[in-house]
């Protein structure tokens, strides 16, 4: 899948955030959004996956340690073929499985359940841990956001991954800079990322978590370093695409009421035109 394509897609992956949150009148869209073209280049650019086996032991493992952002997890998820799109609106829905954070025995594709901020790196440590024991190829990739490296057990899990050198390992960082009570370095300044993630001995790249290019580049100096876990530090913008929700705490975790839903959509529509080049 090439640039265009992916970004096109992505435009696909934030449809179905919307589409969900709005559905549900509850739900996380700002997170969701900040990290759609994340979720996007993974899982159909970068990660082994196969929607038809899902359980497919050599397949590479995702843990979304950011539970809450599961609408953009699910919509990448049903965009890659795992369920259908459709049964996104049946997001935080009785019965649903789709509900507000991943259960890894509800819903197809999802390799570790998550809600509880802080515990997913771990999850993806011992993962990564027991792929290099197995002598195994597969890789782990494990998504958090930048006020939940404000919790302890992260970076319990980052000692351990640099110290025996899991290179199979990628901890990606949504730096989006917002978290529910505001700015992160407000509530509790997490700054500097890069240097703290280098000092646990991790391989750390800076990126734009909106330029595919970027995000592509820092994958294959990720496959080239084999000595060390990768800490991939990408600064985005909260609620990306979506004008009114962009670089604002209060989409956080609120859902678009029916006006606002609207608007996004016709925006997402326009956006998907501009990539198009007039032509849709």
């Known amino acids: 899948m090439n640039k265009k394509e992916l970004e096109l897609k992505a435009i696909d992956v934030r449809e179905g955030i919307i589409k969900a949150v709005h559905s549900a009148k509850s739900g996380h869209p700002g997170g969701s959004l900040s ?9 159909f650019k970068e990660m082994n996956v196969d929607p038809s086996n899902p359980k497919n032991p050599d397949r590479d493992r995702f843990v979304l340690s950011k539970g809450h952002t599961a609408p953009g997890y699910y919509s990448a998820l049903a965009n890659r073929g795992f369920f259908p799109v459709e049964d996104l609106t049946t997001l935080r829905k009785l019965g649903s499985y789709l509900q507000g954070h991943p259960c890894m025995n509800e819903t197809p594709g999802v390799d570790m359940s998550s809600g509880s901020l802080g515990q997913g790196l771990s999850a993806a440590v011992g993962m990564a841990l027991n792929g290099q024991l197995k002598n195994k190829d597969y890789r782990v990739y494990a998504l958090m956001g930048d006020g939940e490296i404000q919790e302890g057990q992260i970076w319990e899990a980052a000692m351990f991954a640099g110290a025996h050198k899991l290179s199979n390992l990628v901890a ?13 370095a407000d509530v509790c300044d997490i700054y500097p990322i890069d240097k703290k993630f280098e000092a646990f001995n991790f391989n750390v790249i800076n990126i734009n978590g909106h330029d595919f290019d970027e995000i592509a580049d820092a994958f294959a100096k990720a496959r080239e370093c084999k000595d060390k876990p990768t800490a991939i530090i990408m600064k985005t913008v909260k609620g990306k695409g979506i004008s009114f929700m962009e670089d604002k705490a209060g989409w956080h975790g609120k859902a678009p009421n029916d006006e606002e839903f609207e608007i996004a959509l016709k925006e997402l529509s326009a ?10």
């Open 172 to 184: 990606i960082v949504d730096n989006n800079n917002l978290q529910i009570d505001g700015c992160v």
């Open 35 to 43: 990290a759609a073209d994340m979720y996007t280049y993974l899982y």
């Open 271 to 280: 956006s998907r035109e501009a990539i198009m080049g007039g032509n849709v």
